[in-house]
């Protein structure tokens, strides 16, 4: 694989190949420790429709345009307060076709991964995370219009989800990072690092 995007937050400012969509009130690069430090605003959000006829787009999402085949990848560190607090990585085609990966945090209940949307409607894959963990590495990998969701268990990358999306074939789209928090402001995240890698 040839190397796109490095981006390690080692300076006062990111790359400018990122941008945001809806950037959140509070968040800086903490040079100390290399991290992209994010606290979200309350009601922010992605679903669309199902089971709640809900609909919501206002996540905080920093994100390149890549085209073509590709890997992407962070760590994130996250100190949630309220229900459904989320942080990880995005792919987004349009409002309406996107996947979103990240611990989302249940306060009773074992946290929980994983969210595709296609044609405006949201399929929530659960699967059980730790509750005595503060962190998860992820990555996603583009090969056409199917997506290859993974996250690293200390030992092993490990399967979360097989997808398609039924657009952006052959088109540039948007990858990166997200957090929102449907509920409550102040979840904490730090991002460690975003790489964008093409695949031959």
């Known amino acids: 694989m040839n190397n796109l995007i ?11 190949i990122f941008q945001w969509y809806n950037e ?10 290399n991290r992209l430090v994010i606290y979200t605003d309350s009601k922010t959000d992605y679903w669309q429709k ?3 006829g809900f609909e ?7 994100y390149a345009e890549v085209s073509g ?5 962070t760590k994130v560190n996250f100190y949630p307060k309220n229900q459904y607090d989320q942080a990880g990585l995005m792919i987004r085609c349009s409002k309406h076709c996107w996947i979103k990966t990240s611990v989302e945090y249940e306060i009773d209940e074992p946290s929980r991964l994983g969210v595709v949307t296609n044609n ?3 399929d929530w894959s659960v699967q059980d995370f730790p509750k005595d963990l503060n962190s998860v590495t992820l990555r996603i990998k583009r ?18 989800r097989l997808t398609h999306l039924t657009e952006g074939e052959n088109e540039t789209i948007k990858a990166g990072i997200y957090a929102c ?6 979840y904490k995240t730090e991002f460690e690092y975003i790489t964008i890698e093409h695949l031959k």
């Open 181 to 186: 928090s449907p509920k409550g402001k102040g």
């Open 50 to 52: 199902t089971g709640y």
């Open 120 to 122: 405006g409607y949201s």
């Open 56 to 62: 919501a787009d206002n996540g905080h999402f920093l």
């Open 24 to 33: 959140p009130s509070n968040w800086s690069i903490n040079n100390e420790t």
């Open 143 to 160: 090969e056409g219009s199917d997506y290859t969701v993974e996250y690293f268990d200390s030992y092993n990358w490990k399967l979360l």
């Open 69 to 73: 085949d590709f890997t992407i990848a």
């Open 6 to 16: 490095n981006e390690q937050f080692s300076e006062t400012v990111f790359s400018r």
